[in-house]
């Protein structure tokens, strides 16, 4: 079963416009969501994440994403995109206490100039 | 600290052959992982430990693939034999508190089985 789907593999922007990344997931329990960019030829790394508490989180590189539960989402925005975001994002959950760390199919993000 | 640091980077081999990726995750962490990355199926878990204990390894493919972790500074996955499907690239990542606070990634390995 599929826990977190990304809407998009492949989004498209202008440098200057709004990036908003699509990401749900399913889940029965409160779930740790994160997202993580992937820049060429590179491992992972973590933009932000939501565990507990306020629902609006701010990452690095001035992204941020907001945990909606009765949509059970948790977009990735930025307000004005930069040629240096052009990367391939993830969206990933933990779904239990024992760590299983999942993440979605990816969304890869070009920025025109 | 130098990061996870994964070994070798680039590995080619001849199909039936046993290949055996290396890991050294962060020190003091107590939980890791390793990913498999593709075109077709994106990241996909195989199998990750904590505190040197494999939890969960629903993952993995099939019995051609085992991993292993004597110590809490070194991990193996091994394919025995290798087939031209299992070309990808293999990533370990390590983490504190069993993945909830933050992952941290390798470089990766990106294996080629002709």
């Known amino acids: 079963a599929q826990s977190v789907t990304q809407l998009g593999s492949h989004v498209s922007v202008s440098e200057g416009a709004l990036v908003l990344l699509r990401c749900n997931y399913s889940s029965s329990v409160p779930p740790y969501l994160f997202w993580y960019v992937q820049y060429p030829n590179q491992g992972l790394q973590l933009l932000l994440k939501?565990?507990?508490?306020?629902?609006l989180v701010k990452g690095i590189n001035g992204f941020e994403a907001e945990f909606k539960k009765s949509e059970t989402s948790f977009h990735l925005t930025k307000p004005s995109a930069h040629m240096s975001d052009a990367a391939e994002y993830f969206c990933a959950v933990i779904l239990n206490q024992g760590g299983k760390l999942i993440f979605g199919q990816g969304t890869e993000l070009s920025v025109k100039p | 600290d130098a990061g996870v640091i994964q070994s070798p980077r680039h590995e080619v081999t001849e199909m039936g052959q046993e290949v055996t990726l290396r890991c050294k995750p962060i020190?003091?962490?107590?939980?890791l992982f390793w990913y498999r990355q593709t075109m077709m199926r994106g990241l996909e878990l195989l199998i990750y430990?904590?505190?040197?204990?494999?939890?969960?390894d629903s993952g993995m493919p099939e019995d051609r693939f085992s991993a292993k972790m004597p110590n809490a500074s070194f991990s193996t996955l091994k394919i025995q034999p290798s087939e031209p499907r299992d070309s990808a690239v293999y990533f370990c990542?390590?983490?504190?508190?069993?993945?909830?606070?933050?992952?941290?990634f390798g470089q990766g390995t990106r294996l080629t089985v002709v």
């Open positions: 939501y565990t507990t508490g306020a629902t």
């Open positions: 990542a390590s983490s504190l508190d069993r993945g909830f606070t933050e992952a941290f």
């Open positions: 020190s003091g962490h107590n939980s």
């Open positions: 430990f904590n505190n040197n204990v494999p939890i969960d």
